[in-house]
Nanobody, 111 residues
Framework: QVQLVESGGGLVQAGGSLTLSCAGSGRTFSRGSVGWYRQAPGKEREFVASIKWTTIYYGDFVKGRFTISRDSAKNMVYLQMNSLKPEDTAIYYC??????WGRGTQVTVSS
């Protein structure tokens, strides 16, 4: 089993930055694909970024604003978000292999 806890969300002004953290446990977290998805009210779930070993993917909307990274020794995956826009407002979820999910952390970007 995998247990995931997201943190780092909050309220930020447009153009600001936030760093989200995903703390995981279990071998699957260490060796699997760890991803970030987001879901805004009334919108479908959207892929943000993922990382597995040295392979990293980003959603098309990122345009260089977000960076995913990991600290395997600490079982942590991070999502550095810069130049935030109101459209980034959503609940951000951490997942492993698109199977195990955290409870999410709310990101709200004001204009």
């Amino acid at each position: 089993q995998v247990q995931l806890v997201e943190s780092g969300g909050g309220l930020v002004q447009a153009g600001g930055s936030l760093t989200l953290s995903c703390a995981g446990s279990g071998r699957t977290f260490s060796r699997g694909s760890v991803g970030w998805y987001r879901q805004a009210p009334g919108k479908e779930r959207e892929f943000v970024a993922s990382i597995k070993w040295t392979t990293i993917y980003y959603g098309d909307f990122v345009k260089g604003r977000f960076t995913i990274s990991r600290d395997s020794a600490k079982n942590m995956v991070y999502l550095q978000m810069n130049s935030l826009k109101p459209e980034d407002t959503a609940i951000y979820y951490c997942n492993v292999d698109q199977q195990f999910w955290g409870r999410g952390t709310q990101v709200t970007v004001s204009s």
